[in-house]
């Protein structure tokens, strides 16, 4: 345990360099919090007094008499990139559902947990062509490898600016990250977004967009595709139906 002192001496910081550390319950032995920084970084949040859960956490400890155990679990990091990194790693494999973390790890999407299976799928890209009709949903901005399948269903069903009337037409939606294909719904039926259960939040409807309520967005509901059609394209690479530079995330197929 390394919070009876506050700050570290310069020849023990210079050895440190980039660190990751962690925040634990004293006794249960719960980690709580995961970070990475340099110099004093680590014990900043012993003196920190904002409302954030991180903070309510260490003043529930402190009210039992307690000091949050505190740890060092890598340094001596030369670059902050590998810290940030190692960070996220941890984040993943703990859960941030687990901790008060706020936010994923760094590029958490990218160099995140991962399957072998979607490791092949990212670098080692099998092309594929699509014959049903389909719609190809991009979900860049919100997928990381570490989603629940849950979390990844209701991030691709909605909610979309989109022509329902067309939409209805494709029987398959493809949830695509990086031009691969995550996951294949069969498609029952579209709704107006927030018609439906999600486990989304109310405030995310828009996601970063400014909401403009003249414009209706769309959702459907639907079960994984049956093992043939999921087995031909998850894991398969759709990056030629998507034009460099286009940022739509809709793309219709063969619904002629």
């Known amino acids: 345990m390394i919070n009876s002192k506050r700050d ?12 990751v550390y962690l925040y634990s319950h004293p006794i ?7 970070g990475k920084g340099k110099g004093n970084r680590v014990f900043s949040h012993l003196d920190d007094d904002s409302e954030s859960e ?16 505190v740890e060092i679990l890598i340094h001596g990091l030369d670059d902050e990139e590998a810290a940030l ?15 008060t973390n706020k936010q994923h790890g760094y590029r ?13 799928a990212t670098y ?32 691709t069903r909605g909610r979309w600016r989109l022509d329902p009337e067309r939409a209805r037409l494709a029987k ?14 069969e498609i029952l039926d579209w709704y107006e977004a927030g018609r439906t259960m999600s486990v989304r939040y109310d405030n995310d409807l828009f996601g970063n967009e400014e909401p403009n309520h003249d414009i209706k967005r769309y959702e459907f509901i639907g079960n994984i595709a049956h093992a043939a059609i999921r087995d031909k394209y998850k894991n398969k690479s759709v990056e030629k139906y998507f034009k460099p530079g286009n940022a739509n995330p809709i793309k219709y197929l063969n619904l002629d």
């Open 8 to 19: 570290f001496s310069p020849a023990v910081i210079r050895e440190l360099k980039n660190y």
């Open 28 to 34: 249960k032995g719960d980690p709580f919090y995961i």
């Open 54 to 69: 991180k903070c309510e956490r260490i003043r529930e400890i402190r009210s039992q008499g307690l000091e949050p155990n």
């Open 85 to 99: 990194k190692i960070e996220s790693a941890i984040i993943d494999l703990i859960g941030i559902e687990n901790l």
């Open 108 to 120: 958490s999407a990218l160099f995140g947990r991962m399957s072998i299976e979607q490791i092949n």
């Open 124 to 155: 080692d890209k099998q092309k594929v062509e699509i014959i049903e009709p389909a719609i190809l949903i991009r979900i860049n901005r919100a997928f990381r490898y570490s989603m629940t399948p849950i979390e990844l269903y209701d991030y």
């Open 172 to 185: 398959y939606a493809f949830a695509v990250y990086e031009g691969v294909v995550q996951e294949v719904y």
